[in-house]
């Protein structure tokens, strides 16, 4: 089964950059569908962006659209989010995770919790104002 890794976080100002990395090990990357969510302390965890296997369909939360990107690089096995134009709400723990193959999925994104099944051990972002 896929493991991973995520990396990039930690502490910037509103307005700064920040490009989280997540590093997939053990299984075809390609193989698998990703998304990006995150965790605010003492809220649930939510959809941030997703993206296929093939890289060709992403989706993005409404208040992330237009800020954030998410891509893929599948001879690294490593999926990015490049978040700009940072705000203090995006203070959280964030996390990616990967979705098992499904036939005929290669251009499939998913965006509910339940969807993935695998998760990495988060990496902690936080804006200050």
């Known amino acids: 089964q896929v493991q991973l890794v995520e990396s990039g976080g930690g502490l910037v100002q509103a307005g700064d950059s920040l490009r989280l990395s997540c590093a997939a090990s053990r299984g075809t990357f390609s193989n698998y569908a990703m998304g990006w969510f995150r965790q605010a302390p003492g809220k649930e965890r939510e959809f941030v962006t997703a993206?296929?296997?093939?890289?060709?369909?992403?989706y993005y939360a409404d208040s992330v659209k237009g800020r954030f990107t998410i891509s893929r690089d599948n001879a690294k096995n490593t999926v990015y989010l490049q978040m700009n134009s940072l705000k203090p709400e995006d203070t959280a723990v964030y996390y990616c995770a990967a979705k098992a193959p499904v036939y005929n999925s290669v251009s499939r994104y998913y965006t509910r919790t339940y969807e993935y099944d695998y998760w990495g051990q988060g990496t902690q972002v936080t804006v200050s104002s």
């Open positions: 993206i296929s296997r093939s890289g060709e369909s992403t």
